[in-house]
T-cell receptor, first 113, second 114 residues
Framework: EDKVVQSPLSLVVHEGDTVTLNCSYE??????LLWYKQEKKAPTFLFML????IEKKSGRLSSILDKKELSSILNITATQTGDSAIYLC?????????????FGKGTKLSVKP | DAGITQSPRYKITETGRQVTLMCHQT?????MFWYRQDLGHGLRLIYY???????DKGEVPDGYVVSRSKTENFPLTLESATRSQTSVYFC?????????????FGEGSWLTVV
């Protein structure tokens, strides 16, 4: 059965810290891995990583895909209170007919002032 | 630039009542999805649709009905609401591409069944 596992489930840090969130996956036909940020409302898209794009960066956020280890990390440097959110990892299984993403349960990040 | 809109955003209903959550997207995406999100379970797929008049079950379809007569609309109906259906419901859409899917979410509908 396909699955996506994120760790840790929750994390508390102070402003200015650097954090690393982890995502590992087991899917039949991997096509891409996506990261979303969810504050109080809907998940918003951050990055998509594929075999041809294994590293992405946007400001203080960056992500790397390790296809050999079937995993990805999301790094946030110089954290701010506005980074507090649930971070979701999702994997696109190319073999699936539903066009769906398989989501992990998320990592809840709390950044204290 | 409406994207995906859901209505109602918040609803309280009684056990046994029928409830319909509406979803409308302006991107003409072929795929649409309904998820529910609960503590400890994350996002779970209820139903999805690959195109108008094509729908299929996801992970947790029991107690729900969907239809998709037009590409832009994908309503979700709880035929006889139960307390276990108290949840946050997200509608989403995507355009399936060879390079990969990016799913975009609506703002969510908070449903409480009492």
């Amino acid at each position: 059965e396909d699955k996506v596992v994120q760790s840790p489930l929750s994390l508390v840090v102070h402003e200015g810290d650097t954090v690393t969130l982890n995502c590992s996956y087991e899917v039949t036909n991997f096509r891409s891995l996506l990261w979303y940020k969810q504050e109080k409302k809907a998940p918003t898209f951050l990055f998509m990583l594929t075999s041809s794009g294994i590293e992405k960066k946007s400001g203080r956020l960056s992500s790397i895909l390790d296809k050999k280890e079937l995993s990805s990390i999301l790094n946030i440097t110089a954290t701010q209170t506005g980074d507090s959110a649930i971070y979701l990892c999702a994997v696109d299984d190319y073999g699936g007919s539903q066009g769906n993403l398989i989501f992990g349960k998320g990592t809840k990040l709390s950044v204290k002032p | 630039d409406a994207g995906i809109t859901q209505s109602p955003r918040y609803k309280i209903t009684e056990t046994g009542r029928q409830v319909t959550l509406m979803c409308h997207q302006t991107w003409s995406h072929s795929y649409m999805f309904w998820y529910r999100q609960d503590l400890g379970h994350g996002l779970r797929l209820i139903y999805y649709s690959a195109a108008a008049d094509i729908t299929d079950k996801g992970e947790v379809p029991d107690g729900y009905v969907v239809s998709r007569s037009k590409t832009e609309n994908f309503p979700l109906t709880l035929e006889s609401a139960t307390r276990s259906q108290t949840s946050v419901y997200f509608c989403a859409s995507s355009e399936r591409r060879v390079s990969g899917n990016t799913i975009y979410f609506g703002e969510g509908s908070w449903l409480t069944v009492v």
